[in-house]
T-cell receptor, first 113, second 115 residues
Framework: GESVGLHLPTLSVQEGDNSIINCAYSNSASDYFIWYKQESGKGPQFIIDIRSNMDKRQGQRVTVLLNKTVKHLSLQIAATQPGDSAVYFCAENSGAAGNKLTFGGGTRVLVKP | EAGVTQFPSHSVIEKGQTVTLRCDPISGHDNLYWYRRVMGKEIKFLLHFVKESKQDESGMPNNRFLAERTGGTYSTLKVQPAELEDSGVYFC?????????????FGPGTRLTVT
């Protein structure tokens, strides 16, 4: 598949358990963060976002936490399902003109039935 | 509503040849972005069009890469001549607006293999 040759960190999780995916960023000027999910053969799909003036945001079964002090972002998936198996990327946007995204390296999540 | 489409889905070419990738953004989206993921690396920004104008091309690796968006609709990314290190997946994304927080919608990508 598309990830051949990439050595992604992998998180194996039992179906029904909660998943936590972590991401560190380096640009203290970043003011907007996004989590993307990429399934095999597809492009990145938006999951949830958070602005730098927040430290937590919740969606449907997902929660993003932002710790600006240590430049850390995490994605929590509640009650992980087989359909959650994918590669997850964090991305940041400094807010400069152009809306350029800077992506992290990605984490592969494998859900075991 | 149709999403972002890319063509071809996969291209295999020899070193030194030319390849042209095409992206059709979501209808009405003025902003179009190209990104790529080369082997073992993270997804990286290449450039950003606003309509037919290049807003930011700071990520273009070298002058072997030429992106165009004539008429402000679809875009092409030409690699000439292709080198082995150009192998990877090329993603296109589009957005309605271009501020931080304006969601970019990604296409499925074109996998380029240079042999």
């Amino acid at each position: 598949g598309e990830s051949v040759g990439l050595h992604l960190p992998t998180l194996s999780v039992q179906e029904g358990d909660n998943s936590i995916i972590n991401c560190a960023y380096s640009n203290s000027a970043s003011d907007y963060f996004i989590w993307y999910k990429q399934e095999s053969g597809k492009g990145p799909q938006f999951i949830i976002d958070i602005r730098s003036n927040m430290d937590k945001r919740q969606g449907q079964r997902v929660t993003v936490l932002l710790n600006k002090t240590v430049k850390h972002l995490s994605l929590q998936i509640a009650a992980t399902q087989p359909g959650d198996s994918a590669v997850y990327f964090c991305a940041e946007n400094s807010g400069a003109a152009g809306n350029k995204l800077t992506f992290g390296g990605g984490t592969r999540v494998l859900v075991k039935p | 509503e149709a999403g972002v489409t890319q063509f071809p889905s996969h291209s295999v070419i020899e070193k030194g040849q030319t390849v042209t990738l095409r992206c059709d953004p979501i209808s009405g989206h003025d902003n179009l972005y190209w990104y790529r993921r080369v082997m073992g690396k993270e997804i990286k920004f290449l450039l950003h069009f606003v309509k037919e104008s290049k807003q930011d091309e700071s990520g273009m690796p070298n002058n072997r890469f030429l992106a165009e968006r004539t008429g402000g609709t679809y875009s092409t990314l030409k690699v000439q001549p292709a080198e082995l290190e150009d192998s990877g997946v090329y993603f296109c994304a589009s957005s309605d607006l271009s501020g931080a927080g304006d969601e970019q919608y990604f296409g499925p990508g074109t996998r380029l293999t240079v042999t």
